[in-house]
Structure formats: C-alpha cells, structure tokens
C-alpha cells in the first residue's frame, strides 16, 4: 500500500492551497480516508476524514478546521483532497493523509489508521 500526498507549500495568511493523496494498493473505495497534521514539537491532530463505501462519504472535522477545510474523494482516481481556504499561521504543520479500514469508526484516533502517507508541509507566513 503506498499513499503519496502532495501540495503543500509556503503560503501567506488567507490563501488556499489543495492538498491531494494519490493511493494505490487497497480498495480505496471501501477504505475511510483521512487527514492528519503534525506541528514541531506538537502532538498529532486530526483535521478530516471522509468515510469508505460504507459510510456514504459522510465527513467529519477537527474542531480548529471547520468552515475552512473540505475533504472530498475521486473514487475513480484512487485520491482524496483536502481543501484548506482562509489558511492561518497556525495551520503551519506537516500533513500526512492516511487510510483507514473499514470497520473501525473512530475517525479521530490516529492509532486506528492503518496506512499513512510519508506527509506534506504546510507553512503559512502571517
């Protein structure tokens, strides 16, 4: 299983940037796909996730992104995006996507995530 994300770069306060992770190996459409993000010296965060087959594509968010990130999946390229509007200095962080099976249902607990992307970095200038 290999998860590739890519699109972060260095962006001032208010931009938008798309992050994509392109995934190959596993039944993407079944499998709940998320995003996570690491700042120095921080814990890990969650900032999405978008269910599997199952789960219709319901989304769910971390509390710091919502109205801003939107999390969407092309079933048929094997990819999901994250989309970041109204970007902040502390949205500064290494983000990695990662994949999720199916039967788990606990969205925001990274230890349940059973592939991962090797992470992009996002900075935001102020």
């Known amino acids: 299983v290999q998860l590739q994300a890519s699109g972060g770069g260095l962006v001032q306060a208010g931009a938008s940037l798309r992050l994509s992770c392109a995934a190959s190996g596993l039944a993407f459409s079944a499998f709940h796909m998320g995003w996570f993000r690491q700042a120095p010296g921080k814990e890990r965060e969650f900032v999405a996730r978008i269910s599997g087959r199952v789960g219709v594509g319901t989304t769910y968010y971390g509390d710091s992104v919502k109205g801003r990130f939107t999390i969407s999946r092309d079933n048929a390229k094997n990819t999901v995006y994250l989309q970041m509007n109204s970007l902040k200095p502390e949205d500064t962080a290494v983000y990695y996507c990662?994949?999720?099976?199916?039967?788990?249902?606990?969205?925001?607990?990274?230890?349940?995530?059973?592939?991962w992307g090797q992470g992009t970095q996002v900075t935001v200038s102020s």
């Open positions: 990662a994949a999720q099976a199916p039967v788990f249902s606990d969205y925001a607990n990274d230890v349940k995530y059973n592939y």
